[in-house]
């Protein structure tokens, strides 16, 4: 494992190749230490080996796979990191069941200044969850 940065530890999830590209030099840019899984499976796989802040996934995933799954199985393994879902399909089923969830949403295509506030805003979160716990 290799050790985190001070700004912390965020694993990105899209099925989309220039997609993931894109949020991981956005990411890296801001001094985030970024891993990338390209589906569910490599996101299980990295969420197993590697500790994480932060888990930005992608609603839709390959085979019908969902980025809620991904979450979920985040949530088990490491129930410290916080979870931002990206979705290009604004429904309500969606935003509620994130909200329930306690999960943050950013709608695509993306707003960079929107995309880099949400993620700062939810590692302070996490952090301050991480003061309080211990």
Do not use: W
Not at 4 to 30: A, C, F
Not at 101 to 130: C, M, N, Y
């Amino acid at each position: 494992m290799k050790p985190k940065t001070e700004r912390g530890r965020i694993l990105v999830v899209d099925d989309e190749p220039s997609v993931l590209l894109t949020y991981k030099l956005i990411l890296e840019q801001q001094g985030y230490d970024v891993l990338a899984a390209s589906s569910s499976s490599e996101a299980r796989k990295t969420i197993e080996q590697e500790n994480i802040d932060l888990l930005l996934c992608d609603l839709s995933l390959e085979e019908r796979h969902t980025g809620f799954e991904v979450i979920e199985f985040a949530r088990l393994r490491q129930p410290a990191a916080i979870s931002v879902l990206l979705t290009g399909y604004a429904s309500r089923d969606v935003s509620e069941q994130a909200g329930q969830g306690g999960v943050a949403v950013l709608f695509k295509p993306i707003d960079i200044e929107e995309f880099l506030s949400t993620i700062s805003a939810q590692l302070k979160k996490r952090h301050e969850q991480s003061k309080k716990t211990g």
